[in-house]
């Protein structure tokens, strides 16, 4: 096939997209597919690794898939070497497994803390961990992180803690692993439309309004945008960028108020 895109062109290479069946992960494993590129998905459900293998292979690209929960070594290793077995050495790897619910700080529990921490941080910690034993060198690595990883926000305190460590990795390992010719950038996606995420944080269509009215280009992205820009990220063109944490955003990371979400979260009974 010829790649759909005017500036990646897959055919040859093999790309690895870590929570690649659901959102703005999907967007992007089904925009390398139509790139020409050869695509593997994980997440924790089978079904939903079935549906996207299904609907990359209809895009005339190789696919496969399996079911692993990133929080799990063990597993996301079988994936990776899972994934090498079939189409050789990765060149691009996509880390997006991500966990989020808005909830005041008083009100998170221990378990519902470690939970986002362990699926964003130490689950980008495992996936990185299996890309170094595979990636092409040169190779390429994009997390995709959040606004929340550099602008506190009312209501996401466990979720601005694990993604400040996500860029941090980032950054990091831009450092180690840069000799060896490994770049890796954080991908920071704003509002999303048709997203899970985005709908968590904006219930009611009043506190979509009032979300996408602070945000400078006054509407959410598109999958396609998020996927656009992991495409230029993974081609040639971005060959001297790494360690980079990009915002695709629309502008929302400059203006939204930090106390957006508190309309949306319940607060403490008054007697406290």
């Not at 944490?245 to 319940?266: K, Q």
Request: proline share 6%; aromatic share 6%.
């Amino acid at each position: 096939m010829s790649p759909d895109s005017p500036f990646y062109d897959g055919r040859g290479k093999t790309v690895l997209v870590a929570g690649g069946t659901s959102g703005i992960n999907r967007g992007i494993a089904l925009a390398f597919a139509a790139a020409g590129a050869n695509v593997y998905v994980f997440s924790r459900s089978a079904e939903k690794v079935s549906d996207t293998v299904a609907e990359l292979a209809s895009l005339g690209t190789q696919s496969a898939g399996t079911a692993a929960d990133v929080r799990n070594a063990a597993e996301v290793s079988a994936a990776f070497d899972d994934c090498a077995a079939q189409f050789g050495p990765i060149d691009v790897v996509v880390s997006g497994a991500a966990g989020n619910f808005p909830a005041r700080a008083e009100a998170i529990s221990s378990n519902g803390f470690r939970a986002v921490l362990e699926i964003d941080v130490l689950g980008t910690h495992h996936v990185m961990l299996a890309s170094y034993r595979h990636l092409r060198r040169p190779g390429v690595i994009l997390n995709i992180t959040a606004a929340a990883s550099h602008r506190p926000m009312v209501g996401q305190a466990h979720v601005c803690a694990a993604k400040a460590g996500v860029d941090q990795i980032t950054r990091t390992l831009a450092l180690d692993w840069g000799p060896e010719g490994i770049r890796i950038n954080s991908v920071l996606p704003g509002p999303i439309e048709d997203t899970e995420g985005f709908r968590r944080l904006a219930p009611t269509p009043q506190i979509k309004a009032e979300r996408l009215s602070t945000v400078p280009l006054r509407r959410a992205a598109t999958r396609a945008e998020v996927a656009d820009t992991c495409l230029f990220l993974a081609s040639d063109r971005a060959r001297y960028i790494t360690g980079a944490v990009i915002p695709v955003d629309g502008g929302a990371s400059l203006s939204v108020p930090a106390d957006l979400l508190a309309s949306a979260i319940a607060k403490p009974p008054a007697d406290r």
